[in-house]
T-cell receptor
Framework: AQKITQTQPGMFVQEKEAVTLDCTYD???????LFWYKQPSSGEMIFLIY??????QNATEGRYSLNFQKARKSANLVISASQLGDSAMYFC??????????????FGTGTKLQVIP | EAQVTQNPRYLITVTGKKLTVTCSQN?????MSWYRQDPGLGLRQIYY???????DKGDVPEGYKVSRKEKRNFPLILESPSPNQTSLYFC???????????????FGPGTRLTVL
């Protein structure tokens, strides 16, 4: 079974609207971390936001927020007030505890977001 | 400037010709990792290293080797490349320790490899 599932291969959103990118995960660990990255067409990986499994509040970073529902094992990224520069590929990733520390990282297959003027 | 550098950025080679992709970071990070990115598959971890002389397999290690002789460098070696190793490769680093879970990885710019 996939550890990280992003079910939306592609999405469109109108400029200035909010958009939610879905991410569900599967782990038996109690301690883990969830990350979202943005990859514009230029190819670099840009860190957006982090949520720890023990964090009681949903993470927020500017226009990005993470809707963390631990019981449902979901970590959806919400982008408010979309901008044209938000057009990119978005990846959800999970870091799990393995022998010796938090080394293994699993990425989802990504969601390509296109912002329409 | 804190950064992860990869060389070369683009490489076209032929099947069976050994190659090395270098990765270097200037942030004194203990942890380094290699990923490959393929369309529809996202990023998949190839190898990672917790520190000098400590390496371990990720999810797709077959056909790759790594070494970690110095803290700053983590080269990826393809001893006999095949066309199915055509991909975009990323190197990444991050600190470890108590804050290790929360720290994001810093990614290099990527190396686009084509094996004919």
């Amino acid at each position: 079974a996939q550890k990280i599932t992003q079910t939306q291969p592609g999405m469109f959103v109108q400029e200035k609207e909010a958009v939610t990118l879905d991410c569900t995960y599967d782990t038996s660990d109690q301690s883990y971390g969830l990350f979202w990255y943005k990859q514009p067409s230029s190819g670099e990986m840009i860190f957006l936001i982090y949520q720890g499994s023990y964090d009681e509040q949903n993470a927020t970073e500017g226009r990005y927020s993470l809707n963390f529902q631990k019981a449902r094992k979901s970590a959806n990224l919400v982008i408010s007030a979309s901008q044209l520069g938000d057009s990119a590929m978005y990846f959800c990733a999970m870091r799990e505890f393995s022998s010796g520390g938090y080394q293994k990282v699993t990425f989802g297959t990504g969601t390509k977001l296109q912002v329409i003027p | 400037e804190a950064q992860v550098t990869q060389n070369p950025r683009y490489l076209i080679t032929v099947t069976g010709k050994k190659l090395t992709v270098t990765c270097s970071q200037n942030m004194n990070h203990e942890y380094m990792s290699w990923y490959r990115q393929d369309p529809g598959l996202g990023l998949r971890q190839i190898y990672y290293s917790m520190n000098v002389e400590v390496t371990d397999k990720g999810d797709v290690p077959e056909g790759y080797k790594v070494s970690r002789k110095e803290k700053r460098n983590f080269p990826l070696i393809l001893e006999s490349p095949s066309p199915n190793q055509t991909s975009l490769y990323f190197c990444a680093s991050r600190p470890t320790g108590l804050a290790g879970l929360r720290d994001t990885q810093y990614f290099g710019p990527g190396t686009r490899l084509t094996v004919l």
